[in-house]
């Protein structure tokens, strides 16, 4: 799932690219009755609202609350995408084309799919990762003429598990895709205090999963959360209230860097993140634990090796030997 760098480095490919540009129209074959999805456009009554609301309205900003990127538009509306386990977002020129397809007992649907147009500035977008296209924004800048105004903002997502739905900007906070996130670990307001005093809110818990509980803080997930662990020399199965003070101020240094180099390096791409462009990003060349099992540790002067464990029902990747669990 993409976690807090490779959101905020398609915010920041978003913000360069979106502002000022007007919504056409928007696509989508997402179909789904689930009463569960009455607020998302996998919903057809739904994604007719949500089109009827979207349509012609001009593109003010893009920002980022935890895991969600928040597109604002006129009319004081804020398109809230998730892009949950594997979507990701696209920027360039599309074609849509209709395919037959064999869907038994000899019958042919009529399928409509997106591909993006044949250009060289294109070429990164038909990357395999990338073609599972689910939802279209289409868009018109209003600066161009002609076939070249025409730009579209594709979702791509092969387990379609992604979220896209619409919200008032006043009603940002309150809303339950978001009332529930804990702070912004990479604002100035996110002290060492605060780290702690968040922390400390499941002290019982077993560290690697408060780090990824969004409630406590918002944005880290698996992979950050492995490496930044492994920074701060903490077993992933260490209790909160038995961490020391001293590791507590290791741990927020390295979750500062951890998170921060992860947005540097564009993101991560051990599995289907791509940025807006198409290209995946360079932070899985960079892992000192995640995935690096049965590897010697990196940190220098350890003679460790890195082991894989389940904890809460998701990998943890650890030193044998700088890790050590004080209380067992």
């Known amino acids: 799932m993409?976690?807090?760098?490779?959101?905020?480095?398609?915010v920041d490919g978003l913000k360069r690219v979106l502002p000022y540009l007007f919504i056409k129209d928007v696509w989508?074959?997402?179909?789904?009755?689930d009463k569960r999805q009455s607020s998302s456009v996998k919903n057809p009554k739904y994604f007719e609202?949500?089109?009827?609301?979207?349509?012609?309205?001009?593109i003010f900003n893009?920002?980022?609350?935890?895991?969600?990127?928040?597109?604002?538009?006129?009319?004081?509306?804020?398109?809230?995408?998730?892009?949950?386990?594997?979507?990701?977002?696209?920027?360039?020129?599309?074609?849509k084309q209709e395919l037959k397809v064999e869907s038994g007992k000899s019958k042919v649907e009529i399928k409509e799919v997106w591909l993006p147009a044949p250009t060289e500035k294109n070429k990164a977008l038909s990357d395999p990762f990338n073609r599972f296209i689910h939802f279209v924004f289409i868009l018109k800048d209003p600066k161009e003429i002609g076939a070249k105004a025409i730009k579209h903002l594709a979702f791509s997502d092969m387990r379609k598990f992604g979220k896209i739905t619409l919200i008032d900007k006043n009603e940002l906070e309150k809303t339950i895709h978001l009332m529930h996130l804990g702070p912004e670990p990479l604002d100035s307001s996110f002290t060492k205090q605060k780290m702690m005093t968040q922390l400390l809110k499941k002290e019982n818990g077993k560290i690697k999963q408060v780090l990824m509980d969004q409630s406590v803080i918002s944005g880290i997930g698996n992979i950050y959360s492995d490496e930044m662990l492994w920074l701060a020399g903490i077993h992933p199965e260490e209790k909160v209230k038995h961490i020391p003070l001293p590791k507590f101020f290791l741990l927020y240094d390295a979750l500062k860097e951890v998170l921060s180099k992860g947005i540097d390096f564009g993101g991560d791409s051990m599995s289907d993140y791509r940025n807006i462009d198409g290209k995946p990003g360079k932070f899985q060349h960079h892992h000192n634990a995640y995935r690096k099992t049965g590897k010697q540790?990196?940190?220098?002067?350890?003679?460790?090796?890195?082991l894989r464990k389940q904890v809460g029902g998701r990998s943890a990747h650890y030193c044998s030997v700088h890790q050590k669990l004080i209380n067992t």
């Open 62 to 95: 893009v920002t980022r609350r935890g895991k969600n990127i928040l597109i604002e538009i006129e009319g004081g509306k804020i398109i809230l995408i998730h892009m949950k386990m594997t979507g990701h977002l696209l920027f360039g020129t599309y074609i």
């Open 28 to 33: 989508t074959d997402l179909n789904t009755k």
């Open 49 to 58: 609202i949500f089109k009827t609301e979207v349509r012609g309205k001009r």
């Open 2 to 10: 993409p976690e807090l760098p490779e959101v905020q480095t398609t």
């Open 297 to 306: 540790c990196g940190k220098p002067g350890c003679t460790g090796v890195i």
